[in-house]
T-cell receptor, first 113, second 117 residues
Framework: KQEVTQIPAALSVPEGENLVLNCSFT??????LQWFRQDPGKGLTSLLL?????REQTSGRLNASLDKSSGRSTLYIAASQPGDSATYLC????????????FGSGTQLTVLP | GAVVSQHPSWVICKSGTSVKIECRSL??????MFWYRQFPKQSLMLMAT?????????EQGVEKDKFLINHASLTLSTLTVTSAHPEDSSFYIC?????????????FGPGTRLTVT
């Protein structure tokens, strides 16, 4: 069964810290991996999309890496701010999945001022 | 570009009634739309894949007679929850695939919160 796992489920850090969120997937045959942000009661905001052929993507203070051979991705957030507080979801589009995304359970991040 | 809207953003209905949720791609044509359900403090679970002009493909455990999906045009898909019950209360999110923007990226709507009383 193709699954996506995120660790930790929740994380609380003081403002200014750098932090890493982890995502693991069970099958290395993927089209892409995407990181989303979700604020309470809201929809999804796409943060970074990494294609299967890529190793990492960067946007501002965010950097996402992809290691297909080990089935892992990390989302690195530099100099965290209280406004970064949200749930971060990792989603994988597995090959042959007809473009369907498999979501992890998310990491709830709280950045304390 | 690549904006997806949903309507309504929230709805409260009585048990036994039906509710229709719309998902629109505003500035692109979406050959494929996806419907997800999210329960509190849980992740998104795919309900069905909707292709324009054809029947939707439902995930295992999703009742196709209860969750009716129509994708009659390249910019609109609808999800109708028939004979809703309190256990159908959830956050429903759609996404649309835009081939012109890349073969495999999905754009998500803002979600619809359904409460069945």
């Amino acid at each position: 069964k193709q699954e996506v796992t995120q660790i930790p489920a929740a994380l609380s850090v003081p403002e200014g810290e750098n932090l890493v969120l982890n995502c693991s997937f069970t099958d290395s045959a993927i089209y892409n991996l995407q990181w989303f942000r979700q604020d309470p009661g809201k929809g999804l905001t796409s943060l970074l999309l990494i294609q299967s052929s890529q190793r990492e993507q960067t946007s501002g203070r965010l950097n996402a890496s992809l290691d297909k051979s080990s089935g892992r991705s990390t989302l690195y957030i530099a100099a965290s701010q209280p406004g970064d507080s949200a749930t971060y979801l990792c989603a994988v589009m597995y090959s042959g999945s007809a473009r369907q995304l498999t979501f992890g359970s998310g990491t709830q991040l709280t950045v304390l001022p | 570009g690549a904006v997806v809207s949903q309507h309504p953003s929230w709805v409260i209905c009585k048990s036994g009634t039906s509710v229709k949720i719309e998902c629109r791609s505003l500035d692109f044509q979406a050959t494929t739309m996806f419907w997800y359900r999210q329960f509190p403090k849980q992740s998104l679970m795919l309900m069905a894949t909707s292709n324009e002009g054809s029947k939707a493909t439902y995930e295992q455990g999703v009742e196709k007679d209860k969750f009716l999906i129509n994708h009659a045009s390249l910019t609109l898909s609808t999800l109708t929850v028939t004979s809703a019950h309190p256990e159908d209360s959830s956050f429903y999110i759609c996404s649309a695939s835009n081939p012109a923007g890349g073969p495999d990226e999905q754009y998500f709507g803002p979600g619809t919160r359904l409460t069945v009383t």
